[in-house]
């Protein structure tokens, strides 16, 4: 009670900040107002943990503008990053997103690393992303920098199969009146308003508050989901440039959101299905708060500090948790005379977890604290000047599970002309342990009877964590060509092989049978987890941007993905065994953003998912096939005065209703995404 009314007070403060700081304006950069050779000029940092033109990055790397964003139509961020090549996006719910690279597609999916301005939003309890949770204001993201392939070298354990960095504009490019509000049959309210000021002439700050309602999806048979769900979010951030040329930035957010979920779970009561069906109705809220230090030392070095605070609470049927984690990262960037550029960095993060019971999952102990330390160094090295490139580097982690882990890269650049640049890379990648997979127990759906002479025994399944459960390892070889043949036009591919090994199992030869006294008894099969998993995936990603004219442009996105998963005859596993065969196998995307007039918008989302096999997916049908799909979005803006822009967007419109995955262990049906149609008002001033 005591914490809801803190929430609610600073619920409180952030409204009347935003009410009542005054009005000034300042332009943003917009990345379409470039041409095709100045985007390859436009700097990314997640790559290298610096700034480097796109051109020069040794990998697989896609930058979405704000402006695509505005232009997509999309209403959250796992919409926006469908048109990223090698990136699936599955809607399994009203709330729910499964989001993957080079597939392990699921509910948490436990091979890609989520950053918000650096600071991780991976989750330790159970390895994922919760992106209902990560309801970022779309108009405050400067660019959404995603890396297909391997990142531990700079980022750590678990961007394994990519990372993906949602930077934030910087308050000065944030100046002024916001307010954004509309609405429509599935997005049943959109509501956002933010404010800027200058406090001195080298102090920016911004405020935001935003809140959205969304619809419940349908079952096959039309019915309800009951899943809708809503989040309110506030936050800000101040920016400071110091008297002796030190930037500091300071920026944090606070929310809270309901969800509604259908689940199916386990009741050795309830003959003769032993199942039961429950309407949850979870509660989700949490705040941050991220500070940055920065210092130039000279012409070529500087020097960075961040500290982080993250805590987050989440309550639902099967599970209850708390996490507060405190991260620490030093790093510093400087040139060894004229052909080194030398990243290096140390770093702490402190994790704090509590559970609560639940018939269906449980952890021992309730409450855990543990630690990860890491150091990493990266040199890139100039080995013929502004032609040939090669980058070394490692991390180095220690974690309270599974002691030190080693992820190095090599990797290659060579400019072949100033249009086209070839790369490749080998590197290796490890996701660690999460905190149930090590003491950790889950009770299955897949209830049996077994009939004995003297009676019908009920045989209840349960996965159960390890303490020698082991890291999963990823080695990943890619190859890639960028290149620009003409101002208009520029190409982007990527090749990859990766080989997995040590991934996640459940040992079925191992099983322990455990007699359950409660009410009349029954029989528990104790299924521990292990790493007796391995396999091999490979693949292409391709992008293509065309600027047919100056007011018309093309893009083109599209992928293809082979995944082989390998688990001996006595083990099995709900999720890397199974959730990676349900990515599709060819993706396709081909966006067009036409401008006839400078006040119209017309914008067009066409796109094409192959069919996904969700046969063992627990909740889906036994021989269950997702089909594949096209689907298109229609976008019609018009600004009549300068900052006021008026919008409709039509989703999904060419099915009634089109399904796209099934939700993990305790889902109880399949759900269909709807067409939908929704207006905006994006007002400034």
């Known amino acids: 009670m005591q914490s809801d009314r803190r929430i609610h007070k600073h619920w409180t403060a952030l409204l009347v900040l935003a009410a009542t700081w005054p009005c000034t304006s300042r332009a943003a950069t917009d990345l379409t107002d470039l041409s095709l050779e100045d985007l390859l000029d436009v700097k990314v940092t997640s790559v290298g943990k610096k700034a480097q033109a796109l051109a020069d990055a040794a990998a697989a790397v896609y930058v979405i503008g704000n402006d695509e964003i505005r232009r997509s139509g999309a209403t959250s961020v796992p919409e926006a990053l469908r048109m990223v090549p090698g990136i699936t996006v599955k809607r399994l719910d009203a709330n729910k997103w499964s989001v993957s690279a080079r597939g392990f597609g699921g509910r948490l999916s436990n091979k890609l690393l989520v950053l918000i301005d650096g600071r991780t939003v991976y989750s330790p309890t159970f390895s994922g992303v919760y992106w209902e949770q990560q309801d970022v204001m779309l108009e405050d993201i400067d660019r959404i920098e995603v890396i297909r392939g391997p990142g531990a070298t700079l980022w750590g354990a678990n961007a394994v199969n990519g990372v993906i960095n949602i930077i934030s504009k910087p308050a000065a490019a944030t100046q002024g009146t916001l307010v954004v509000a509309g609405g429509g049959t599935e997005e049943r309210v959109i509501g956002a308003a933010r404010q800027g000021v200058q406090l001195s002439p080298e102090t920016f700050a911004r405020a935001y508050v935003k809140y959205n309602d969304r619809d419940s999806l349908v079952t096959p048979s039309g019915l309800d989901g ?55 109705d979870l509660s989700a809220s949490g705040w941050n708060l991220l500070g940055r230090w920065d210092r130039a030392l000279s012409l070529t070095s500087d020097i960075s500090l961040k500290l982080f605070y993250d805590h987050s609470e989440r309550h639902e049927y099967y599970a209850g948790q708390r996490n507060d984690i405190v991260d620490l990262e ?305 976008r019609l803006a018009w600004r009549p005065r300068p900052k006021l822009e008026l919008s409709i967007v039509g989703q999904n419109l060419l099915h009634d209703s089109h399904q796209e995955g099934y939700q993990d262990i305790y889902g109880l049906t399949q759900f269909a995404v709807q067409r939908g149609v929704y207006g905006l008002i994006r007002i400034a001033f």
């Open 226 to 280: 009951r899943d809708s769900w809503d989040i309110m979010q506030g936050g800000f951030r101040l920016d400071s440039r110091l008297a002796g040329g030190d930037r500091l930035t300071f920026q944090g957010d606070l929310y809270r959101s309901s969800l509604g979920q259908q689940l199916l779970v386990p009741d050795p009561f309830a003959p003769p299905s032993f199942v039961a069906a429950v309407d949850d």
């Open 330 to 634: 030093f790093q510093q960037r400087t040139r060894l005379g004229d052909s080194h550029d030398l990243v290096w960095g140390l770093g702490y993060r402190g994790i704090d977890d509590r559970f609560e019971i639940s018939r269906l999952i449980t952890v021992d102990p309730i409450a855990e604290n543990r630690s990860l330390w890491n150091a990493f160094v990266q040199d890139d090295i100039e080995l013929l000047r502004d032609r040939l490139r090669l980058t070394l580097g490692t991390k180095v982690e220690h974690n309270d599970y599974t002691g030190f882990e080693i992820q190095p890269n090599i990797r290659l650049l060579w400019k072949v002309s100033e249009q086209a640049s070839l790369w490749g890379a080998v590197s290796r990648a490890v996701r660690t342990p999460s905190r149930v997979e090590r003491s950790g127990t889950s009770t299955l759906t897949s209830v049996q009877s077994i009939s004995t002479p003297l009676s019908t025994l009920l045989l209840v399944p349960e996965v159960t964590g390890a303490e020698d459960f082991d890291a999963e390892a990823l080695t990943a070889y890619e190859l890639g060509f960028r290149t620009t043949p003409s101002p208009r036009l520029s190409a982007d591919l990527a090749l990859f092989v990766n080989d997995y090994d040590s991934l996640r199992t459940v040992d079925t030869s191992d099983a322990e049978l455990v007699w359950e006294t409660l009410s009349n008894g029954y029989l528990v099969s104790a299924l521990p987890i292990s790493n007796q998993g391995r396999g091999q995936s490979y693949g292409l990603e391709f992008a293509l941007d065309y600027r047919v004219r100056d007011d018309w442009t093309l893009a083109l996105a599209y992928s293809y993905l082979e995944l082989d998963i390998q688990v001996p005859k006595n083990g099995q596993d709900p999720e890397n065994d199974i959730l990676a065969r349900t990515d599709p196998r060819q993706q396709l995307s081909l966006r067009s953003q036409l401008s006839p007039r400078p006040d119209l918008d017309i914008d067009a989302w066409l796109r094409y998912v192959d069919q996904s096999d969700s046969s063992f997916v627990f909740g889906a049908p036994g021989d269950s096939v997702i089909p594949s799909y096209w689907e298109l979005d229609l």
